[in-house]
């Protein structure tokens, strides 16, 4: 299987280009923490407002199909997972309803005798009162008692188990799936459009007013970068040295304990090697390029805000206007 093109969630992609790549990198952040972060406490309907908005975002941006339709199965299933766990697990409270009572000589004790009180709205006295028919007045009070209301939705029994999903269940449900698959397909959109250098830059423009205070944002800049770049790499040492083992038909079941702690250690030893291999060529490679430290910083983008940046930002307060009206 190739690993950099059906499992990694969060790859750059470079072509086809769509207007969400040509968005500027710090209009994509602030959406992304706009995304990540309304829906802290937030209710249920926003949350599945959200997971809605993200798939509309995907199809809206027409990325190839063969590109996001694996990872989002990925997220799906990993949040409708969450979901069905934590739906049917115990919510903790504790709550054992019980029918409410409806007893005729509690209901009717001391209405004998009371006078006759106009029923709000109807036009009339309640003649079971005042005629001291607690039967009849037992019979009228408890119809308004009666509601749909049911705290277990559903109950059944599996393997011998009985199982649950409460109201508090349900609610906790939706509050996982929708949070894990916003958080991760979130990311994942915005790294699938944004290239590793732009978010560096863009993080570097946010983080400007810190340079009042001294902080080394140049080097934080740099380390991201370098960050973002090499996983790629980490990925792809990964995906070589399993089709190396595959190739030499290594059995891991017919090694002994120690035959395979030996394997297995070699494979590591040459997995750190391939990388510090691949990081003296990357440093060889910036100092080449006349990078000798923060004081001579590359620029690798010039970031400028355009129309559709301006409109996109301008929808912002709205978007956090309609989170703070939501229930």
Known sequence: MDILRNAPLG????????????????????????????????????????????????????LPRRVWSGQLSLVLALSLL????????????????????????????????????????????????????????????????????????????????????????????????????????????????????????GIGQWLQPLKRWRWPIAEVILTLTLALRFLPLVMEEVQNLARAVRTRDVRWGSLSFRGGMQTLLALVERFFENLLLRAEQTAMAMQARGLTGPDHPLRWHRLQLRRLDRGLLSLLPLFWLLRTLSP
């Not at 990198?25 to 809605?52: C, E, H």
């Not at 000589?105 to 001291?132: C, K, N, R």
């Not at 029994?157 to 991760?184: D, E, K, M, Y």
């Not at 397909?185 to 250098?197: G, I, K, V």
């Open 82 to 201: 969450t979901f069905g766990i934590t739906s049917l697990a115990p919510d903790g409270l504790g709550v054992f309803p019980q029918p409410q009572r409806q007893d005729m000589q509690v209901v009717g004790y001391g209405l004998t005798g009371i006078p006759a009180v106009p029923v709000s709205g109807a036009g009339h006295f309640d003649l079971a009162v005042e005629q001291g028919s607690p039967d009849r007045a037992w019979r009228e009070q408890t119809r308004a008692w009666q509601t749909p209301y049911r705290y277990r939705l559903v109950q059944f029994s599996l393997l011998g188990r009985t199982f649950q999903v409460s109201r508090r269940s349900l609610s906790v449900a939706l509050r996982l799936g929708t949070l894990i698959f916003t958080l991760l397909y979130a990311t994942h959109l915005f790294l699938l459009t944004t290239a590793p250098e732009e978010i560096a830059e």
């Open 11 to 62: 790859i750059y992609l470079e072509e086809p280009r769509t207007w969400l790549h040509c968005l500027d990198p710090r209009v994509k952040l602030a959406w992304l923490l706009s995304f990540l972060l309304s829906p802290i406490l937030a209710g249920n309907g926003w949350r599945l407002a959200v997971v809605v908005a993200l798939l509309l975002l995907t199809v809206a941006a027409r």
